[in-house]
């Protein structure tokens, strides 16, 4: 069974930072590409990162480049996000998924695995 579970999310004040890990079983971990989306209320499910556990290759939205990095440790089955100089804007669910495939998948509706989300605030 796939099962990914977040963690890391909480209450920060503007220009602080967070750390989201994303934690899978249940699967293969290097022939998937993981992501990361957000939802903030009243607004749909947005792309923030993404990367491929088989070559590394990353995409990270506009409004995250510079602040937001994405990792991957094959070994602990674990895709990070480190938020740094987090905005007010930045607050949302953050939620991982996973999907069967070496390219890096931006798209929400590309994906077939889904967390539960953990949330985000930041404060201004």
């Known amino acids: 069974e796939v099962q990914l579970v977040e963690s890391g999310g909480g209450l920060v004040q503007a220009g602080g930072s967070l750390r989201l890990s994303c934690a899978a079983s249940?699967?293969?971990?290097?022939?998937?590409?993981i992501g990361w989306f957000r939802q903030a209320p009243g607004k749909e499910r947005e792309g923030v990162s993404c990367?491929?556990?088989?070559?590394?290759?990353?995409y990270y939205a506009d409004s995250v480049k510079g602040r937001f990095t994405i990792s991957s440790d094959n070994a602990k089955n674990t895709v990070y996000l480190q938020m740094n100089s987090l905005k007010p804007e930045d607050t949302a669910v953050y939620y991982c998924?996973?999907?069967?495939?070496?390219?890096?998948?931006?798209?929400?509706?590309?994906?077939?695995?889904w967390g539960q989300g953990t949330q985000v605030t930041v404060s201004s």
């Open positions: 998924a996973a999907e069967e495939t070496i390219v890096v998948v931006t798209t929400p509706s590309e994906y077939d695995y």
């Open positions: 990367i491929s556990s088989s070559d590394g290759s990353t």
């Open positions: 249940g699967f293969t971990f290097d022939d998937y590409a």
